[in-house]
């Protein structure tokens, strides 16, 4: 065993990263791998507060209860559906061969005066080149500080940021940092050492949660809503290779899906690469309660592919509610007490920099 000890640890190395990825272990104090059990109410503050929680969601707190208004809706379905199909000439009809025929829906009509007043709103806005954006949002945020070396190198030359923004760039463009290379005049060499000491996901996180508080305190956010609404979905994209685990509606061979979650301010606070043959089901929370940005989601929407068929005892400070408020306004939540009522979380609105109000830096790469 002793001439084989270098295996063992890797293997043990492996077997705790997957541990702590499960949840299976934790490492006390820590926000992304603690206890999952943490995240949960107690037995004892659960007794005294799922009356208010219930009476929030609109569901019955009796199991029993549950169960009898999910079988009544299942029947009342299935007359309706029932119903349209002895129609036949709905959208869902049975064809010759008596297999169930779903038809797409069609678009909707978008008036005219809309498409006139597109056309015109985007005249209006003013032609910035993307890597002005950049250096417009570095200006304003410093994300670009987030991308630190791997050495723990400080020091940090004058074209560091230069060189960050095109190889951001050859990634998010898929252009790739030999093309980027050839396109800006930045040596490939110099692109793929940026690259390979700067650029990786904790940088980019970091750089993330920069831009996302800094999203959060802008004058034009709480117009899209409160920010304490979410959703989450998977996007497709092909890969090269073969694999095994890619979905055949989606790609020939090969293929990954990144799980994205974004907030009703148009936020993107958490994207995870997941194998395309996975349920999304199972990384519907890990954004939710794993995210450093602090967001206060209270509603969190997916589609069916994201929907688990057990529902867990809710997480203290996450609630479901019947609606959602309106732009400005404040989602009510179960006081966090044992005396019960109610506390606000604030829609995080705050008043634009008027210093930072100024015109793109019109600079480019050079």
Not at 177 to 204: F, K, Q, S
Not at 217 to 242: E, H, I, M, W, Y
Not at 310 to 322: C, E
Request: aromatic fraction near 6%.
């Amino acid at each position: 065993m002793t001439a084989y000890r270098h295996y063992w640890e890797l293997c043990v190395l492996l077997a705790l990263r997957d541990g702590l990825r499960s949840g299976d272990v934790w490492v006390p104090g820590s926000r992304r791998y603690a206890d999952p059990a943490a995240y949960l109410l107690t037995p004892a503050r659960w007794a005294g507060q799922r009356a208010e929680f219930c009476r929030l969601a609109g569901k019955p707190a009796a199991a029993d209860a549950a169960l009898a208004a999910v079988a009544g809706e299942l029947h009342q379905a299935m007359g309706e559906l029932e119903h349209t199909l002895a129609a036949g000439d709905g959208l869902v009809h049975l064809d010759d061969a008596g297999d169930l025929v779903i038809s797409p829906l069609t678009a909707e009509d978008i008036p005219a005066e809309a498409v006139a007043l597109k056309t015109e709103l985007t005249e209006m806005l003013p032609f910035a080149p993307i890597v002005s954006l950049l250096i417009e949002l570095d200006q304003r945020t410093g994300f670009l500080d987030c991308f630190t070396h791997a050495g723990g190198k400080a020091a940090r030359s004058s074209e560091l940021k230069r060189n960050l923004i095109a190889v951001l760039l050859a990634h998010a463009t898929n252009l790739g940092l030999t093309r980027m290379a050839d396109a800006c005049g930045i040596p490939y060499d110099v692109l793929a050492w940026t690259a390979e000491w700067y650029v990786r996901e904790e940088t980019l996180r970091a750089a993330n949660l920069a831009i996302i508080s800094h999203h959060r305190k802008l004058l034009l956010a709480p117009v899209f809503g409160a920010g304490t609404l979410s959703s989450s979905d998977g996007q497709r994209f092909p890969t090269r290779g073969k694999s095994v685990t890619a979905l055949s509606r989606y790609f020939a061979h090969e293929g990954l899906s990144t799980y994205t979650h974004v907030t009703d301010q148009h936020a993107t606070y958490g994207t995870k690469i997941i194998v395309a043959t996975r349920r999304e089901a199972h990384y519907v929370l890990d954004e939710i309660l794993g995210n450093a940005a602090d967001i206060p989601i209270t509603e969190h929407a997916t589609d069916t592919h994201g929907v688990g068929q057990l529902r867990p005892v809710r997480p203290a400070g996450v609630a479901a509610f019947p609606a959602h408020p309106g732009p400005g306004q404040d989602h009510p939540l179960p006081d966090d007490t044992e005396g019960g009522g109610g506390l606000d979380v604030p829609a995080g609105r705050a008043a634009v920099d008027p210093a930072r109000q100024h015109r793109l830096d019109r600079r480019a790469l050079g």
